[in-house]
């Protein structure tokens, strides 16, 4: 099966730096790699995602970028904000078939104001 | 669009009642939707798949005749937690299917007494 590996499980910024999160993944079937941001007691919500067939995406602040060969994916935040603050989850899977996403352990994203 | 919700947010139980925890997609029909069990600090632990119509899948580990899941319909599947005990205490968070895109409930916080 898939097995995804995320690091780091703690990044700590200043307010307006960048963050980075990596993510790699086992299965080169994988097509379908999400990202989600939890905040506290809250569910995971759905920030950006990228497939295969795109090595980056981006969304005003927040890209993502894959790599394929090596299978590895980053998400990129630029000038992080206070709010940008949660715990920051990566996903991979195929979305052939039944699509059951594998995860990574989640990392604790603090912005210092 | 592509709204689930839950329903408790939050429930308090006592040891060896049973809970019911819904879920339902608001703005789309979802064939499939999946339960999951976040520790603290944790990352989502798959429980089942629940697909309409059919009998649930359950993960390696996952008791089902003490998690039962109905998906009676495209937009409302449920989780009831049978004869609770104080272990059984959690997030249970559920997550609906659009095309293999994947969104999630605000979690239900379970605490059994």
Not at chain 1, 25 to 34: E, G, K, L, Q, V
Not at chain 1, 41 to 62: A, F, H
Not at chain 1, 83 to 98: K, L, R, T
Not at chain 2, 23 to 38: K, N
Request: net charge neutral.
């Amino acid at each position: 099966g898939e097995n995804v590996e995320q690091h780091p499980s703690t990044l700590s910024v200043q307010e307006g730096d960048s963050a980075v999160i990596k993510c790699t993944y086992s299965d080169s079937a994988s097509n379908y790699f999400p990202w989600y941001k939890q905040e506290l007691g809250k569910g995971p919500q759905l920030i950006i995602d990228i497939r295969s067939n795109v090595g980056e995406k981006k969304d005003q602040r927040i890209a993502v970028t894959l790599n394929k060969t090596a299978k590895h994916f980053s998400l990129h935040i630029t000038e992080t904000q206070p709010e940008d603050s949660a715990v920051y989850f990566c996903a991979a899977g195929s979305s052939g078939g039944s699509y059951i996403p594998t995860f990574g352990r989640g990392t604790s994203l603090i912005v210092h104001p | 669009g592509a709204v689930v919700s839950q329903h408790p947010s939050w429930v308090i139980c006592k040891s060896g009642t049973s809970v019911k925890i819904e879920c339902r997609s608001l703005d789309f029909q979802a064939t499939t939707m999946f339960w999951y069990r976040q520790f603290p600090k944790q990352s989502l632990m798959l429980m089942a798949t629940s697909n309409e119509g059919s009998k649930a899948t359950y993960e390696q580990g996952v008791e089902k005749d003490k998690f039962l899941i109905n998906h009676a319909s495209l937009t409302l599947s449920t989780l009831t937690v049978t004869s609770a005990h104080p272990e059984d205490s959690s997030f249970y968070i559920c997550s609906a299917h659009r095309a293999y895109e994947q969104y999630f409930g605000p979690g239900t916080r379970l605490t059994v007494t």
